[in-house]
Structures are given as C-alpha cells and as structure tokens.
C-alpha cells in the first residue's frame, strides 16, 4: 500500500505570544482562528510542559498553526541558515491582489520588500511578530511555462546533485 495524502492538515511554528500572533493574523492576513488546544501535559510525549497551540485558516482547507511554550528558553532562529531561506509563502489571487495586499500590510505599520519577480510568479515579504518571514505571491506563469519547469525539474535536480551550481535549464525565468 502507498501513502494517499488529501492535503496539509496543519503547519506548526513556535510564537512568543499566541493572542499577539492570532490577533496579528485576523489583521494583517485577514485569517480566521478556527481554535486553541491548550495542554499542561504533551500529548505525544507526556512531558509536563504547559502549551497553548492556536490554529487560523489559510484558505482552501489549509491551516497554520503556532505553539505557545511558555516554560522554554526563549525562541530564537537557526542562527546557520540565511534569514530569506525559511518563510511562510501563501498564494493570492492576482498581481492586484498582491499590491493591495502589500499597500494595506504597509498601512499595518509593516515594512514589505517586493515585488520580486520570479519569473512565473510576483512576491512580497515582510517578518510576524516572531520573526517568521512571510511571503505573499501571485502567479504570472503560464501553463507552457509551469510544464517546462516541471520537465527540467528532474534534470535540474541532478545536475545540481552533482555541482553544488544552478543549473541553466531554467535561466529563461530571470531574463529581460
């Protein structure tokens, strides 16, 4: 038997403040908070460790989720890896969209870098409350265009196994 997955259940991260966090993503993203479990026990590990664990919607069946930990040391971020590597990306609807997102989380006192092109889609970014860096993007690609990447992915993979250096399969996506 292989492993038949629906979709994402729930993404977890850690935050400082849970209403801080669920408040900032009723705000800021327009997120619903669907619901809190809170444990003094670890369901999984039976660890007397008192959390509170706060789910919002994402859309389309998606949730995010945080964990409030109040009796660890103090979050911080894998200090070895590069702060635009790991980030929450959620899609919009259009480049419309993404400029009316990016003009109201300005207006939310937020600094917001982008758009970016990427060739087959626009972003902007801008850090929660807790530092987690956070992606809004619309698709610019076309179908030719997603089917190419897709073909070359493999390849790509492979050359890149081997060099350590971007492949060029794909460079159509930074020129003009």
């Not at 350590?164 to 159509?172: D, I, L, V, Y």
Request: proline fraction near 6%.
């Amino acid at each position: 038997m292989s492993v038949n997955l629906k979709r994402i259940h729930h993404v977890a991260y850690r935050c400082h403040d849970a209403k801080e966090t669920v408040e900032f993503y009723q705000r800021v993203l327009n997120m619903d908070f669907q619901l809190a479990i809170a444990e003094n026990e670890v369901p999984s590990t039976k660890e007397p460790d008192p959390y509170m664990h706060v789910f919002l919607d994402a859309g389309m069946g998606n949730v995010l989720a945080f964990f409030e930990l109040p009796n660890s040391p103090k979050m911080g971020r894998d200090e070895q890896t590069p702060i635009w590597v790991q980030h929450i990306a959620f899609e919009v609807d259009s480049l419309d969209a993404l400029l009316a997102a990016k003009t109201h989380i300005e207006e939310q006192g937020l600094d917001v870098l982008g758009p970016v092109n990427h060739g087959i889609f626009k972003s902007i970014y801008f850090f929660d409350p807790n530092g987690h860096r956070i992606e809004l993007a619309a698709h610019t690609g076309t179908p030719e265009q997603m089917k190419q990447l897709h073909d070359v992915a493999p390849l790509m993979l492979e050359e890149w196994s081997q060099t350590k250096r971007a492949p060029n399969h794909a460079a159509w996506l930074h020129e003009g």
